[in-house]
């Protein structure tokens, strides 16, 4: 895992953990547009569509940390996805 992690940073200039992340925002969106291409007449339908787009706003705010350039950056944005998760998480 090592040896992938040098490799992959020293191609695209990210960590490992970052280009998984991304991965994961691609992977959530193909699932969201696949499951709006079928009719919505039950209601489970409709919660795995909630579901997937709050995969995919953790995904992207995930993704969003680990691409801070710096510690000040990462803390900044650490407050910020504190406060969302509070937000959600009341509700």
């Known amino acids: 895992m090592v040896v992938l992690d040098v490799v992959v940073y020293g191609l695209f200039g ?3 953990g970052a280009i998984t992340a991304l991965l994961r925002v691609f992977v959530t969106a193909a699932i969201i547009i696949v499951t ?3 009719p919505f007449k039950r209601t489970y339908h409709w919660m795995f569509l909630i579901l997937s787009v709050v995969t995919i706003l953790f995904a992207a705010s995930a993704a969003w940390y680990e691409l801070s350039p710096d510690i000040a950056t990462a ?3 650490d407050g910020c996805l504190t406060c969302l998760t509070r ?3 009341t509700y």
Do not use: E, G, Q
């Open 14 to 16: 990210v960590s490992f």
């Open 87 to 89: 937000v959600l998480k």
């Open 36 to 38: 709006i291409r079928i």
């Open 75 to 77: 803390t900044a944005r």
